[in-house]
């Protein structure tokens, strides 16, 4: 981790959400004793018109460290096709229902419920 990251976390942080994401789990979405991480910094409507903000203390991919909390490279060098695979069928599924709700409003209709997809090279579902 990065000393920025090590600094937070020994800072009387004795939780570390390591996929925080809006932290909609959490009843205090600012719990003092917790270091929220994720892999990225969104800001984006709902369907329903709803805000959704992710801006977590650390910006990092938690796949890349051991349980310790260290950079673990060889664990994910063996890992890293196979997260690089991950990472751009999750960005063409977010790519993909931002264009369909830019389209459902250009046609002057909204989206009422979640829309659900699945990949059919690799079988995973989205929502």
């Not at 976390?9 to 929220?36: A, E, Y």
């Not at 910094?41 to 890349?64: A, M, S, W």
């Not at 096709?81 to 977010?94: L, P, Y």
Request: with cysteine; hydrophobic share 30%; net charge negative.
């Amino acid at each position: 981790m990065t000393e920025e990251a090590n600094q937070k976390i020994q800072k009387n942080k004795q939780i570390l959400d390591v996929c925080c994401g809006s932290r909609m789990f959490w009843f205090d979405k600012s719990n003092p004793h917790t270091v929220f991480m994720d892999n990225r910094v969104l800001h984006d409507t709902l369907c329903d018109g709803r805000e959704l903000d992710i801006e977590p203390d650390i910006v990092g991919d938690y796949r890349k460290y051991n349980v310790e909390g260290y950079a673990d490279p060889t664990a994910y060098e063996g890992m890293k096709e196979i997260i690089r695979e991950e990472n751009e069928n999750d960005k063409r599924a977010f790519d993909l229902v931002k264009m369909l709700k830019y389209i459902i409003k250009l046609a002057g209709f909204e989206l009422i419920e979640r829309v659900q997809l699945r990949d059919t090279k690799s079988g995973r579902e989205y929502r």
